[in-house]
């Protein structure tokens, strides 16, 4: 496989299931981010992670919880989540956050929905 | 701090028609500017870039060039196709750190009659 890709590309949960979202790169970048992307709003940038680290956090509620097990790895764990937590989940890879400029691959989206 | 601010669509147009959709910013230093596009279903995807002032990103018969007089990265394409309907973004990149990640605009939507 060549990109980003994301499994699964469709999700139902109930608010109390447990589940997670996966993300692969085959790139060989050092920089993974999780987007969440809902109808008629902005992409809402979620994480960032740089080398396995997580170097941003734009106060997303705790019941995400990315992990980052490597650098070509990527997950985002989900628990007791809401309706309003419905969207499309993006993930992307970029060779560095330090390049001279950041140009993003992104994969195609873990379509979730709330019951 | 950096943003971007796009036109708001839906936009409509007839085959064949000229495509122009607006597209300014707002950055310290000399960011990099970006067009992605995202066709139904699908994730995002680099349609075109551009590093420095001046220059012009193109692809696909889509072109950009990056004005930092007007601070302007206007997406114009001379002839849409139906193929070409997606959603646009235009978005942003400082250079190195923590500044590099992307700020994108809020998109708009582009849909080609027939």
């Known amino acids: 496989e060549t990109g980003v890709t994301q499994t699964p590309r469709h999700l139902v949960m109930g608010m109390t299931n447990k589940k997670s979202l996966k993300c692969e790169q085959h790139?060989?970048?050092?920089?993974m981010y999780w987007y969440k992307q809902s109808a008629k709003k902005p992409l809402e940038l979620m994480f960032v992670?740089?080398?396995?680290?997580?170097?941003e956090n734009n106060s997303v509620p705790s019941r995400f919880s990315p992990e980052c097990p490597n650098s070509s790895h990527l997950f985002l764990h989900l628990h007791t989540l809401q309706p309003e937590d419905s969207a499309l989940y993006l993930c992307?890879?970029?060779?560095?956050?330090?390049?001279?400029?950041?140009?993003?691959?992104f994969g195609p989206g873990t379509r979730l929905t709330v019951l | 701090g950096n943003s971007v601010t796009q036109m708001e669509g839906p936009v409509t147009l007839s085959e064949e028609a000229f495509l122009t959709i607006n597209c300014t910013y707002t950055a310290t230093g000399y960011p990099s500017l970006f067009w992605y596009v995202q066709y139904p279903g699908e994730g995002l995807q680099l349609l075109l870039k551009?590093?420095?002032?001046?220059d012009k990103g193109s692809n696909k018969g889509f072109e950009a060039t990056y004005r930092k007089e007007t601070t302007s990265f206007h997406l114009e394409k001379g002839s849409v196709q139906v193929s070409d309907s997606a959603v646009y973004f235009c978005?942003?990149?400082?250079?190195?750190?923590?500044?590099?990640?992307?700020?994108f605009g809020s998109g708009t939507r582009l849909s080609i009659r027939p």
């Open positions: 551009a590093t420095k002032a001046d």
């Open positions: 978005a942003l990149s400082g250079k190195g750190g923590s500044a590099s990640k992307i700020i």
């Open positions: 992307a890879s970029s060779l560095s956050l330090t390049s001279s400029y950041n140009e993003q691959f």
């Open positions: 790139l060989g970048h050092n920089a």
């Open positions: 992670y740089s080398l396995e680290e997580r170097v």
